[in-house]
């Protein structure tokens, strides 16, 4: 550490890890609404110290961090260092990999930077599982987010980022509260649909009440879209992080065309296959979660919050106004995760 070292301690942040981006919160809020900031869920190994530089001689936007000997690179600038067959750590032990820790901790190097300090202590910090991995890996992943996180490479640390306590929830829960907070729940049956990258999860309400046996997930989501829509263009792509983004953006966008490399590709030709995910999705969450047509309103979050609300809409003109597309789906876990970690810490239950 640098001699002059500065140091805070904050009460408490949240973390988001997802399979295509990473979401945490900082300190600041814009009237009621908590800060909150991104970048993409990609983390390249390099085999040396040596990072990438471009022509002004400026680093990449991010950090380095080292686990079990392995050098990655992580943050807003992580795409300098990707190569065209990246692999993304998918699966339900994704919280366990090297990966999702690295991404963490360049979350957490985020956060120092906001408090403007080389060492941070953070009393409390909220992380989210999907709802059909939080009972085999929440005790897991609280142990390994506990404690010392160093930011740096090959024992040069640059920063150092001390967690406390650690509490681990459902991630359509984050949604739930932060709903909550701006909407009368009363007695209300309420359904969220969290459309992720990796995973489609639901949670059932009666008021503030969670209705664990309803709530569930399926492991398609967004990304399940996108690669249907590639095997049968050209299976091969599936290797190539920047050809699937590139699809997955056009489908959350309902964009009439995208393309790769010289082609241009009519998204409408691809409806019926991106649809027959979408419905497998919805099949499986209402397998679980009951009959939508008794839910009082239902709330879809999540990266793919449009896709799937609009579907959802279609598929039952009935229940369509009660279907509530979240207004900014993408951190809409994440800043709820905060406001938990909030209600806990004034109760002294952190």
Sequence with gaps: MKRDSTSAEVDVRAIDVGYFNTKYTLGERTGNEIKAAMFQSLAPRQETSRGVENETKTTADGCWVSIAGVNYFVGRGAGVYVSPDEPRAFGEDYCTTDKYLAMARGALHYMAIDEKADELAINLLVVGLPCNTYAKFHE?????????????????????????SVRVVPQPQGAVVHWGSSTDLANAMSLVLDAGGGTFDWFVTKGRQALWQRAGAYPKGMLACASAVIKLIEPEWLNDHSVVERVDAAIRANAESFKVGQKTFMLANYRKTIDAVLHECIAKMISVAGRIDTMDQILVTGGGANVFGEFLRKQNPSIAAGVK????????????????????????AA
């Design 140 to 164: 897991r992943l609280a142990q390994r987010m506990r404690g010392e996180h160093l930011i740096g490479r090959n024992g040069q640390i640059e920063r150092r980022i001390t967690v406390e």
């Design 325 to 348: 597309i979240d207004k900014d789906p993408i951190y809409s876990n994440v800043r709820g995760f905060q406001v938990i970690g909030e209600i806990m810490h004034r109760q002294g």
